[in-house]
């Protein structure tokens, strides 16, 4: 079955380590998403690659990295310098890359990571 | 920009109505609405492109005034299953650059 996949489930970071956050699609989209979600703060933008070998920044992307060597891989990295990593982080894929407008998001099942 | 939800949340009997708002400041392509429930991912419930259009998933519907930068939901007939927090995601300016409010936490009881 087509879909994407998320690991782990669960993460802790110990201080002043880095964390990658894994996220693998086989559903041919082009287009890749990271958010992260506090509660009740929905959903915020930290990064999003629309091709291979391109990716932008969101709203909040300071203190995390992104690479996008393949087209079915997005992975997200939480680097020492975010201060508050703690959060539900989602990924999510889409259809269309530069012309993606009308076409809806698939979402990963998440990753908690916490901090120890 | 977050685009803007209300109300964050509200209460419903089952067969209730109910509407929610979402607003952006900014000129919009287009509107989805996302349905979570605790613990799970984001469920798709439907794109909006073009001003003025509406559109409908079973007892859900929803309408999109590209002028006034608007989107609203409407539950109509309210079941158990509609409980969940409801996300409205605007697309405009920077293509892909699609961002979620802040979430409408719907609770349907019986």
């Known amino acids: 079955d087509g879909g994407i996949t998320q690991s782990p489930k669960y993460l802790f970071r110990k201080e002043g380590q880095n964390v990658t956050l894994s996220c693998e699609q086989n559903l041919n989209h082009d287009a890749m998403y990271w958010y992260r979600q506090d509660p009740g703060q929905g959903l915020r933008l930290i990064y999003y690659?629309?091709?291979?070998?391109?990716?932008q920044k969101g709203d909040i992307a300071e203190g995390y990295s992104v690479s996008r060597e393949k087209k079915e891989s997005f992975p997200l990295t939480v680097t020492s310098a975010q201060k508050n990593p703690t959060a539900f982080y989602l990924c999510?894929?889409?259809?269309?890359?530069?012309?993606?407008?009308?076409?809806?998001?698939?979402f990963g099942s998440g990753t908690q990571l916490s901090v120890l | 920009q977050q685009p803007v939800q209300s109300p964050q949340a509200v209460i419903l009997r089952e067969g209730e109505d109910a509407v929610i708002n979402c607003s952006s400041s900014?000129?919009?392509?287009?509107v989805h609405w996302y349905r979570q429930k605790h613990g799970e991912a984001p469920v798709f419930l439907m794109i909006l492109l073009k001003g003025g259009e509406q559109k409908g998933h079973e007892k859900i519907s929803a309408s999109f005034n590209e002028k006034k930068q608007q989107s609203s939901l409407y539950l109509t007939a309210s079941q158990l299953s509609y409980s969940g927090t409801y996300f409205c995601?605007?697309?405009?300016?920077?293509?892909?650059?699609?961002?979620f409010g802040k979430g409408t936490k719907l609770s349907v009881k019986p």
């Open positions: 900014k000129a919009l392509y287009s």
């Open positions: 995601g605007t697309e405009g300016g920077s293509q892909g650059n699609l961002i």
């Open positions: 690659s629309q091709i291979v070998n391109d990716f």
């Open positions: 999510a894929s889409r259809r269309g890359g530069l012309t993606a407008t009308n076409e809806k998001l698939f």
